[in-house]
């Protein structure tokens, strides 16, 4: 069985990580959506929740299953018995780091290779930090996140401003 593991944040998930999600689901028999927990950062979702926003998302792909992990990715595709970790590369930016951690997890792991997609050109501009900058100040991010995800984000924004 040919499975990989696409790690991220998805904090929120947005219409490009679905782009990724549905593109290398088609390359593969399986495709984990590994929802990272990390502790140095303060996310506007909780890790069971953006679990459960990504299997809504990608409640129409069969063959992708999602699951939280800490740690380390190439340790994570290990434990799912992957050969693969996918990667989405909307610039040249990305790439440099990109490579770097690709490189570094071939060294920790030979036997998972990375899988580079670049983002769909329509989605080349958009990243989780942007969809929560721009709902921060009431704008637009319906052309960037699925509609069950619009109103989660602005509900959980202004709950977290009337604090």
């Known amino acids: 069985m040919r499975r990989a593991v696409y790690p991220g944040s998805f904090d929120p998930v947005t219409y490009g990580h679905l782009d990724i999600i549905s593109r290398s689901a088609n390359l593969v ?3 984990v959506v590994a929802v990272l927990n990390n ?3 303060t996310p506007l979702f ?3 929740e953006r679990v459960n926003i990504l299997l809504k998302a990608t409640e129409g792909l069969p063959n992708v299953r999602v699951e939280s992990f800490s740690g380390l990715s190439v340790d994570f595709a290990k434990e799912c018995d992957a050969r693969f970790i996918v990667r989405g590369l909307r ?6 780091y990109e490579l770097q951690l690709a490189q570094t997890n071939r060294i920790m792991n030979s036997e998972v290779d990375t899988l580079f997609l670049t983002t769909s050109l329509e989605y080349a501009y958009l990243s989780s930090s942007t969809v929560k900058e721009v709902a921060s100040y009431g704008g637009d991010i319906s052309k960037f996140v ?3 995800v619009v109103d989660l984000i602005y509900n959980k924004i202004w709950a977290n401003k009337n604090r």
Do not use: G
């Open 39 to 41: 502790c140095h950062k």
């Open 46 to 48: 909780s890790v069971e």
């Open 91 to 96: 610039a040249i930016t990305d790439f440099d």
């Open 146 to 148: 699925p509609p069950f």
């Open 29 to 31: 028999d399986e495709l």
